[in-house]
């Protein structure tokens, strides 16, 4: 792959990947370097792209991995000197939403953020990938390396724990 074909690839798929990496971090600084960490390992593989063979589940793979590993490190870093996690949330809302409403509404982004963050990473990587990263169930199983038949089942049973969740808390 080119250079010019590699930017044009990014370019396409950057606003799902950002978005994507924004779910994985649940804070905006945290997805920016993730979103760089994922460009650039992408830009040092680009030659193993192939168009042809779904780019944009490659790009959410790189980006799975770069979150696996930045975990890693911070778990050993909290392991040696103990912090405070950074806290962030859902900064964006949907325009046209009365103040009440909206306030009902990040409520809600919030809680669900927890719910998933919360979530074993099996469950929580399918339920992003589809409703935050807009990827088909063939294109997560790709992804995740894990037969399309076990993304069915994982989407099903988080979404039967949010559910239950947001219902016993009265938001259903």
């Known amino acids: ?3 010019g074909e ?29 979103y760089q960490e994922t460009a650039l390992a992408a830009f040092e593989t680009m030659k193993r792209i192939d168009p ?6 490659f790009l959410l793979q790189i980006a799975i991995n770069k979150w696996k590993n930045l ?3 911070a778990a050993r870093r909290g392991r040696l000197a103990p912090g405070v996690p950074a806290e962030g949330r859902f900064e964006e809302l ?10 009902l509404e990040r409520a809600l982004q919030g809680r669900v953020g927890e719910l998933l963050a919360a979530m074993k990473e099996g ?7 589809f409703y935050f990263g807009e990827n ?4 997560i199983a790709r992804a995740l390396k894990i037969p399309k038949g076990t993304v069915k089942s994982r989407l099903h049973r988080g979404r039967e724990l949010l559910r239950e969740a ?3 808390e009265g938001w259903l």
């Open 1 to 3: 792959m080119l250079l």
């Open 6 to 34: 590699f930017e044009a690839l990014l370019r396409a798929h950057e606003r799902v990947l950002f978005s994507f990496c924004r779910h994985l971090a649940q804070n905006r600084e945290l997805a920016e370097e993730l």
């Open 52 to 57: 042809a063979q779904n780019p944009k589940a």
């Open 71 to 73: 975990r890693r490190k």
């Open 94 to 103: 949907p325009g046209g939403i009365e103040p009440e409403g909206a306030a």
């Open 123 to 129: 469950l929580r990587l399918p339920l992003i990938l």
């Open 136 to 139: 088909d169930l063939g294109a």
């Open 166 to 168: 947001l219902t016993k």
